[in-house]
């Protein structure tokens, strides 16, 4: 134990560690004991014994070990307290694998990591995708209900509703808190991007509201990305995982333009306008060698492909300067994986963007119904019709972009979510003359 602290310091020692170990400790709970509602009011009743402790006896050596430990015997007091020992008590007096005899222990090694079995579980094909973004979030990110039913503009109680079914529907359904089999990780990974992606994509380019972008959604989700990446690696009869790579390289290099995608005002500044000084090139770097790391395992993947395209225009210097043909090939790798409309629109068009339109595709191109110098969208990847990135159309191709044609009916309304969607189509309406 360390010397006592005052009062103050200790507020901000256990929200420090809430917010740092919180997926982390109810993971290894709700391994123990078995249910989500008794692990989390488990853990929120350790916090205040926690704030009423540490100022006398000081902050334990390893609070995350003096956390789990404590509410794990609170956990049992509660069970004896409603006389509902059953099967629950039993398991709770078998020991644990690693030991918590110490609350003071100094190992950190010795907590065991189980949330690779709870982003598993709180992903579970069996639970509706709202639920899957709602139980993560508040698992392993630890954002209270309110935050998140705020973050995705829902009224608190639809927000509690939805976390409670979901407990009930893991409880019900008996799925198991395990990590899958390595036959079957591939089909349970894809899950577990697609919501990762989901909580980016409501932070990037948010559905509704009058905000763009909603910050405190797109770090959760790079948060959890990375550690999903660590957590796989640490597995390694799993093997490589190069989506997950794909994914996290992704996410940091769109993130990495979020600086420079919003006038003071709030309005989406087009990519070919945006100041690239202010783009985050230490996070464009890191988003290069995750991808590279990915490419290594030459096992390409939608994600993999996204991130390469990202990855293409964050390298360009200025936006003339952009590897439109690299791009262009790029995406019609993409469309054998995610042959959607948004994939058909980018397939499409990138090859306009060529010195004097010289591709050996343009026929097609034409044939989709795309005239020379129509609206260019850049910077798209598509997965279920949404958009982890706005688009980007070149003023000059706006004008001849007529909002009847076909492909745009097809893409743009479906695709381009909330204020993104608003702002995009204002700027059409603009400069398309009557007709």
């Not at 901000?12 to 008794?38: A, M, P, Y």
């Not at 609170?74 to 110490?102: C, H, V, Y």
């Not at 948010?206 to 405190?216: M, N, V, Y």
Request: glycine share 6%; with cysteine; net charge positive.
């Amino acid at each position: 134990m360390c010397a006592p602290t005052p009062m103050m310091d200790i507020a901000k020692v256990v929200d420090s560690v809430f917010r740092h170990e919180h997926g982390r400790v109810l993971s290894i709970l709700i391994s123990v004991l078995g249910d989500f509602d008794l692990a989390e009011d488990a853990l929120q009743e350790t916090l205040v014994t926690a704030l009423e402790r540490w100022p006398r006896d000081g902050v334990p050596d390893n609070p995350a070990a003096w956390i789990v430990t404590v509410g794990r015997r609170k956990a049992i007091d509660r069970l004896r307290r409603e006389k509902n020992l059953g099967r629950k008590t039993a398991l709770l007096a078998e020991p644990l694998a690693t030991s918590f005899a110490e609350p003071d222990m100094t190992d950190e090694t010795a907590i065991p990591d189980e949330r690779l079995k709870l982003i598993f579980t709180c992903c579970h094909p069996a639970l509706s995708p709202e639920a899957r973004v709602a139980l993560t979030l508040r698992t392993l990110g630890g954002l209270t209900t309110a935050e998140i039913a705020h973050a995705f503009l829902v009224p608190v109680p639809t927000m509690n509703q939805r976390l409670t079914r979901a407990k009930t529907k893991i409880r019900g359904a008996a799925i198991p808190y395990v990590v899958p089999s390595v036959e079957t990780i591939p089909e349970r990974l894809d899950g577990v991007l697609n919501v990762l992606y989901l909580i980016f994509n409501e932070g990037y380019a948010a559905s509704a509201g009058d905000d763009l972008i909603r910050r405190e959604l797109c770090a959760e989700a790079i948060r959890l990305a990375l550690t999903l990446v660590t957590l796989l690696e640490s597995r390694p009869e799993l093997g490589p995982q190069p989506e997950a790579l794909g994914l996290t390289a992704l996410l940091l290099l769109h993130d990495s333009r979020r600086p420079a995608r919003t006038d003071e005002d709030g309005e989406l500044i087009l990519l070919e306008d945006q100041d690239r000084e202010l783009w985050d090139h230490p996070q464009i770097d890191a988003g290069i060698a995750l991808l590279e790391r990915a490419m290594v395992v030459r096992r390409p993947g939608p994600y993999q492909l996204q991130a390469a395209i990202a990855a293409l225009h964050a390298q360009a210097p200025t936006a003339a300067e952009t590897d439109w043909p690299q791009i262009a090939l790029l995406y019609d790798r993409l469309w054998q994986y995610t042959p959607s409309p948004v994939v058909k629109l980018n397939r499409a068009v990138a090859p306009w963007a060529w010195p004097a339109g010289r591709w050996p595709g343009w026929r097609a191109a034409a044939s989709a119904g795309v005239g020379r110098g129509a609206g260019r969208l850049s910077l798209v990847s598509c997965r279920r019709g949404r958009l982890s990135a706005p688009g980007r159309l070149s003023r000059g191709g706006a004008r001849r972009l007529r909002p009847r044609s076909g492909l745009m009916r097809e893409s743009g309304r479906a695709v381009v979510p909330g204020a993104a969607h608003r702002r995009i189509v204002r700027k059409i309406l603009q400069s398309v003359p009557s007709v």
